[in-house]
């Protein structure tokens, strides 16, 4: 328990202090002008209140990941609050706030088009790329999992428990599909600007159910204590922390899906003066519901050893036990409540992870979105390609590919904020050590995972991962100088 309240603490106090930092760093001016009153068009540009933009993008960003993400990296064990607190005050909330500022300066562009006026057309071709594979196969994850957590729900009842599962599955699939759709293609305001306020009270009413039960019946849900570094992941050699546990646990601590969403609502806010709020705010929320969630889901089951049993037993997939975790510590009624912030969770991303696709694919193509007809232009493709993924993939696949897209997503943001910085002349050690560091995770993620290359010696894999770090350094350097007089940067 004492692990778990120093993070929370540190966590807290972190927008007071490191977040102020930031953003006198970045110079946040409210007389400088923001896309909403620049850019007007009624669609994706419009002014909207800080507080229902701050609760579009903690609801944007959060997703599945500092839920599922958190229950899967617990099975590490207490290292895991290092990396959520660590990660998410240095890391995670530095990337979501200066990355934001910069959508916002640069017209509430998409992170590619940002990213390629620092880094060159090269980075900015291989970004786009990468951000649109991101988006689908968030928005794919964020169909199947809650489609999965519905159905099992509804099945669970007498009066349609004769419609088999598989057909029970895909009807809620084709629900939320036709949701998604929806939510891609309206102006924001009339869905987005109009729930996500009623879903954000359910997902913070989630997180303090969890956390009363955490600190009020601690007895009965022991938080185990950080007294090593070791990992207590069930299969460790397969499995080690480095680079595993930080791609495993990507939103709650570090999440280039975030740089996706912020232009959202870079496109809304009415004074740079909100930056600190909504996007180093957001991200230190998420990070405090990850941190609730590996908590509970290593003190449910007595601990560390029991929650690997338990995702052991469900095939690795999380949304099992976060239903168990649920129903165990709040009762059914609570529960119901529970799951509920769970799915808006993820429905709120998935259906956001579309727009920001459909957004990126129009800011390259040029083609204007006033229109429907060029809206199902971009989007349907979009939405085909989702499905195709979600019949073909298996979750355990699914969510590892998506893991370490968003990690590698995350580090050429990281370095593209180190550019900014350096363009600005400030310093550039908060973004240069987290690209760094998380560069290293990515390349050495392609030498370890079991799903990428695999190599058994695990020595020769982090030395490539070192080298390739080097060679990807030494390549923004050049990039970043090249491109320093550019008249659009």
């Given at each position: 328990?004492?692990?778990?309240?120093?993070?929370?603490?540190?966590?807290?106090?972190?927008?007071?202090?490191?977040?102020?930092?930031?953003?006198?760093?970045?110079?946040?001016?409210?007389?400088?002008?923001?896309?909403?009153?620049?850019?007007?068009?009624?669609?994706?540009?419009?002014?909207?209140?800080?507080?229902?933009?701050?609760?579009?993008?903690?609801?944007?960003?959060?997703?599945?990941?500092?839920?599922?993400?958190?229950?899967?990296?617990?099975?590490?064990?207490?290292?895991?609050?290092?990396?959520?607190?660590?990660?998410?005050?240095?890391?995670?909330?530095?990337?979501?706030?200066?990355?934001?500022?910069?959508?916002?300066?640069?017209?509430?562009?998409?992170?590619?088009?940002?990213?390629?006026?620092?880094?060159?057309?090269?980075?900015?071709?291989?970004?786009?790329?990468?951000?649109?594979?991101?988006?689908?196969?968030?928005?794919?994850?964020?169909?199947?999992?809650?489609?999965?957590?519905i159905a099992v729900k509804i099945h669970a009842l007498e009066p349609v428990s004769f419609v088999s599962?598989?057909?029970?599955?895909?009807?809620?699939?084709?629900?939320?599909?036709?949701?998604?759709?929806?939510?891609?293609?309206?102006?924001?305001?009339?869905?987005?600007?109009?729930?996500?306020?009623?879903?954000?009270?359910?997902?913070?009413?989630?997180?303090?159910?969890?956390?009363?039960?955490?600190?009020?019946?601690?007895?009965?849900?022991?938080?185990?204590?950080?007294?090593?570094?070791?990992?207590?992941?069930?299969?460790?050699?397969?499995?080690?922390?480095?680079?595993?546990?930080?791609?495993?646990?990507?939103?709650?601590?570090?999440?280039?899906?975030?740089?996706?969403?912020?232009?959202?609502?870079?496109?809304?806010?009415?004074?740079?003066?909100?930056?600190?709020?909504?996007?180093?705010?957001?991200?230190?929320?998420?990070?405090?519901?990850?941190?609730?969630?590996?908590?509970?889901?290593?003190?449910?089951?007595?601990?560390?050893?029991?929650?690997?049993?338990?995702?052991?037993?469900?095939?690795?997939?999380?949304?099992?036990?976060?239903?168990?975790?649920?129903?165990?510590?709040?009762?059914?009624?609570?529960?119901?409540?529970?799951?509920f912030g769970v799915i808006a969770c993820a429905i709120t991303s998935g259906d956001t992870a579309f727009?920001?696709?459909?957004?990126?694919?129009?800011?390259?193509?040029?083609?204007?979105?006033?229109?429907?007809?060029?809206?199902?232009?971009?989007?349907?493709?979009?939405?085909?390609?989702?499905?195709?993924?979600?019949?073909?993939?298996?979750?355990?696949?699914?969510?590892?590919?998506?893991?370490?897209t968003n990690q590698t997503l995350a580090s050429i943001t990281l370095w593209a904020i180190a550019a900014?910085?350096?363009?600005?002349?400030?310093?550039?050690?908060?973004?240069?050590?987290?690209?760094?560091?998380?560069?290293?995770?990515?390349?050495?993620?392609?030498?370890?995972?079991?799903?990428?290359?695999?190599?058994?010696?695990?020595?020769?894999?982090?030395?490539?991962?070192?080298?390739?770090?080097?060679?990807?350094?030494?390549?923004?350097?050049?990039?970043?100088?090249?491109?320093?007089?550019?008249?659009?940067?």
């Amino acid at each position: 328990m004492i692990t778990f309240l120093i993070c929370l603490g540190l966590l807290a106090g972190s927008y007071f202090t490191y977040g102020r930092y930031l953003e006198r760093l970045c110079d946040v001016d409210a007389s400088h002008p923001v896309p909403s009153q620049t850019r007007y068009d009624g669609v994706d540009y419009m002014p909207l209140p800080r507080w229902k933009i701050f609760l579009i993008q903690l609801l944007n960003i959060a997703g599945l990941g500092p839920i599922f993400g958190a229950v899967l990296g617990a099975a590490y064990g207490p290292v895991a609050f290092l990396w959520i607190t660590l990660g998410g005050i240095f890391i995670g909330g530095m990337h979501d706030l200066i990355s934001g500022i910069m959508s916002v300066r640069y017209g509430g562009q998409s992170l590619p088009e940002v990213v390629g006026a620092l880094l060159g057309d090269r980075v900015k071709l291989i970004l786009r790329i990468v951000s649109i594979l991101l988006l689908i196969l968030v928005g794919t994850v964020f169909l199947s999992q809650p489609a999965m957590l519905i159905a099992v729900k509804i099945h669970a009842l007498e009066p349609v428990s004769f419609v088999s599962f598989p057909r029970l599955l895909l009807i809620v699939l084709g629900v939320i599909l036709a949701y998604y759709m929806l939510a891609t293609l309206l102006p924001v305001d009339k869905i987005i600007g109009r729930f996500y306020p009623l879903f954000g009270v359910a997902l913070l009413l989630m997180a303090l159910g969890i956390l009363a039960v955490l600190l009020f019946d601690a007895e009965r849900y022991p938080i185990p204590e950080l007294t090593s570094l070791e990992n207590l992941i069930a299969d460790a050699r397969r499995f080690p922390v480095m680079p595993m546990l930080f791609t495993t646990i990507a939103c709650g601590a570090i999440s280039g899906f975030h740089a996706t969403q912020s232009p959202l609502t870079a496109r809304c806010i009415t004074s740079e003066r909100q930056s600190r709020a909504i996007f180093y705010g957001a991200m230190i929320v998420e990070s405090i519901i990850a941190l609730i969630w590996a908590a509970i889901a290593m003190a449910f089951r007595g601990g560390v050893k029991g929650l690997n049993t338990a995702l052991a037993e469900y095939g690795g997939n999380a949304s099992l036990p976060v239903d168990e975790i649920a129903v165990g510590t709040l009762g059914p009624l609570f529960a119901g409540l529970v799951i509920f912030g769970v799915i808006a969770c993820a429905i709120t991303s998935g259906d956001t992870a579309f727009r920001s696709a459909r957004l990126i694919v129009a800011d390259f193509t040029g083609l204007e979105q006033k229109s429907l007809r060029n809206r199902l232009r971009i989007s349907l493709p979009l939405f085909a390609l989702a499905l195709l993924i979600f019949f073909c993939l298996p979750f355990d696949a699914l969510w590892s590919y998506f893991a370490w897209t968003n990690q590698t997503l995350a580090s050429i943001t990281l370095w593209a904020i180190a550019a900014y910085l350096r363009r600005h002349r400030k310093t550039v050690w908060p973004a240069l050590l987290p690209a760094l560091f998380m560069t290293y995770v990515c390349t050495s993620y392609l030498f370890i995972s079991p799903l990428m290359l695999g190599m058994e010696n695990r020595t020769a894999a982090y030395l490539l991962g070192g080298l390739s770090t080097v060679i990807i350094a030494f390549y923004m350097y050049y990039s970043n100088r090249r491109h320093a007089n550019d008249p659009d940067a």
